[in-house]
């Protein structure tokens, strides 16, 4: 092997300190400046000693040497011998190199700073704000819901951290929120699985995190990697929210992620809520008006002057706020048994439009004690559902709808997927029967007898993109909705989209129930980063156990025809043994954005119902 010569040494040293950096290359530029002016100076005074004339001295030589090296223009006054119009040409010629060098650096080293920040690669120094790691089309709803819950905060800010360009970043949210109101919006381009990218977000400081779930294949995996990078930071950790796409993975995410953490389930999320759509008309309307920030919302309250007062006492203690349940030391129970007493361990949990809104009501409310009618609960009946179409959480939500139904309902599935019906063993209540059928069609619905049913779900099919597995839904939505038209036919239709954009669409085809899977999941995480401890709320409200939440007929409460006030309304479900939280209004079923359903009316407010018109209650089955 030979020898690493003494030039080779030179070339590699000088290799090294070109590659720092604009800030060492014009140290070297530098350098060749400094030897360009010494050398032109040294001829100037050794072939022209006494020129230019009225100059002495090497000092002012020096200076003549720098001016022509920076200034190359100043050779065309210059005059004197050829000795020294030669040197200055020369030293001129060399500080055109040098200038010229010189602007090229300081452009590249702008520009490179400038792309530096367009990237966002600088560290926050915010306090208090809300991180959201990751994108997906999430990102829009969570941006949109927190925008409305900080809207009369001052220097509210939202940190997104992905790994896209920052300035895309901020204009497709712009593009899809609009005004941001008093929110400010901070984007960060890095890559929220390494800690280094982490540190931009100054999460120490960060009043909550959301872990969003990204899409394409294996997003779990992205998501408990994130965890994991947050457990291993230093500091103090923030409490985190993240989304997973499957129940399969929330062993190793709660592992990854320990104590901070909370994590959503969105196939099971979304299939709950599917199947209580599609047995209470108007339930997907009434959670997504729980969910989000813009009418009624879900609020923990602590009121000492309720601490020994029963749960039946509390229905009617506020008058601009429903109480719907209790939250205590052993969880969270909403419609507890009426004579529940409250104790000074428990918070209060109600429905209100803001929370200055929940204050104690003065007085008793007024109640037409003529207007209240006693009548027993329905007794639950055995129910004919059909379920168009397959996807992977079809087999979950058929063993949700298991646990709701009575003995002796029967679900048949329609759907030309090579999986239907696969993995359906050890169901209770349920009778299963596959047909195969393309629900586009509309020969092939009309054999099923659709008329013969109280409920169709209508799912979305995972074999196709979402985009195209939508416009699929709309198109048996459509046919659905003709032939209840022609046929004179009523069964309730709730179906399952993936775009927020197609529900303006699909409102076309008058379907009870919409469920956006995506919106409902980014509402949920918007929610629980504004407060974690609403987890146990909705997911008392999505489970089969316990009471839920039924559009019931309003003649089974109150005299029709005849006006009342909404504490009266409450009175008549509290002798029930329910919770009323507001009532539908059949004649705008079909309008929306509410589709005739209002939530926390005021106790005094009056309102008269008709024999279509629905009470909703939360209550037992």
């Not at 052993?330 to 000074?344: F, Q, R």
């Amino acid at each position: 092997m030979s020898r690493i010569t003494v030039r080779e040494r030179a070339r590699y040293w000088f290799d090294n300190t070109m590659s720092r950096g604009t800030a060492s290359l014009i140290g070297w530029l530098a350098v060749v400046s400094v030897a360009l002016i010494l050398v032109v100076a040294a001829l100037t005074l050794w072939l022209a000693p006494d020129e230019p004339d009225g100059v002495s001295g090497p000092g002012q030589v020096l200076w003549i040497a720098l001016m022509h090296a920076l200034t190359p223009s100043k050779v065309a006054s210059d005059k004197g011998s050829f000795g020294y119009m030669t040197v200055m040409f020369a030293g001129s010629l060399g500080g055109i190199f040098i200038v010229s060098m010189l602007v090229g650096l300081l452009s590249n080293g702008l520009k490179q700073k400038v792309d530096r920040l367009r990237r966002g690669r600088s560290r926050i120094v915010e306090s208090g704000h809300t991180v959201v790691l990751g994108w997906s089309d999430q990102v829009f709803t969570i941006v949109t819901e927190l925008v409305k819950a900080h809207a009369s905060q001052k220097n509210s800010v939202i940190a997104v951290l992905a790994d896209r360009d920052k300035l895309a970043m901020e204009e497709d949210i712009r593009e899809h929120v609009g005004d941001l109101g008093r929110t400010r919006l901070v984007c960060r381009t890095g890559r929220p699985t390494e800690p280094r990218d982490l540190g931009l977000m100054n999460l120490t400081a960060a009043r909550s995190v959301v872990v969003l779930s990204p899409e394409g294949e294996d997003p779990d995996a992205h998501v408990i990697k994130i965890l994991l990078a947050l457990a291993k930071r230093h500091g103090s950790h923030p409490p985190v929210v993240a989304a997973l796409a499957s129940a399969r993975n929330l062993a190793a995410a709660r592992l990854a992620g320990g104590a901070d953490v909370h994590l959503v389930d969105s196939d099971d999320t979304a299939s709950r809520l599917i199947v209580q759509s599609s047995r209470q008309s108007g339930m997907s309307v009434v959670c997504m008006d729980l969910l989000n920030f813009d009418g009624g919302e879900i609020y923990l309250r602590a009121d000492e002057e309720l601490v020994g007062a029963t749960y039946s006492q509390a229905l009617h203690a506020y008058e601009t706020a429903a109480v719907i349940g209790l939250r205590g030391p052993a969880g969270v129970v909403l419609n507890p048994p009426m004579d529940t007493v409250i104790t000074a361990k428990d918070q209060i949990v109600v429905i209100a439009h803001d929370d200055s809104h929940i204050r104690l009501a003065t007085g008793e409310p007024p109640i037409d004690e003529q207007a209240v009618i006693t009548a027993a609960a329905p007794k639950p009946e055995p129910e004919r559902t059909l379920l168009l179409n397959w996807n992977g959480r079809a087999e979950q939500i058929v063993r949700y709808l298991d646990g709701y139904v009575s003995t002796g309902s029967v679900l048949d599935i329609a759907a030309d997927h090579p999986k239907a019906g696969a993995g359906l063993t050890g169901l209770r209540t349920l009778t299963v029967n596959v047909k195969d059928c393309d629900t586009t069609d509309r020969y092939a619905l009309e054999s099923l007898g659709v008329g013969l049913y109280q409920h169709v779900i209508v799912l979305s099919d995972d074999r196709f993109d979402p985009h195209h597995a939508d416009t699929r839904t709309l198109m048996t939505l459509l046919q659905l909705r003709d032939m209840q038209s022609t046929l004179g036919e009523h069964y309730s239709i709730v179906s399952e989209m993936h775009d927020e954009g197609n529900r303006a669409l699909a409102e076309v085809t008058e379907a009870d129930d919409i469920v956006i899977s995506d919106t409902v999941i980014g509402l949920l995480l918007a929610q629980l980063a504004e407060n974690r401890h609403l987890a146990d709320v909705f997911g008392y409200l999505f489970d089969s156990h316990g009471s839920e939440i039924y559009p019931r007929p309003a003649a089974s409460y109150v005299e029709t025809g005849t006006e009342v006030t909404f504490a009266t309304i409450v009175e008549a479900a509290r002798r029930r043994g329910e919770t009323a939280i507001g009532y539908r209004d059949n004649v705008s079923r079909n309008v929306p954005p509410h589709y005739g359903i209002v939530l926390n009316p005021a106790k005094s407010d009056t309102v008269v119902l008709g024999r279509q018109d629905s009470v909703i209650v939360l209550a037992e089955r």
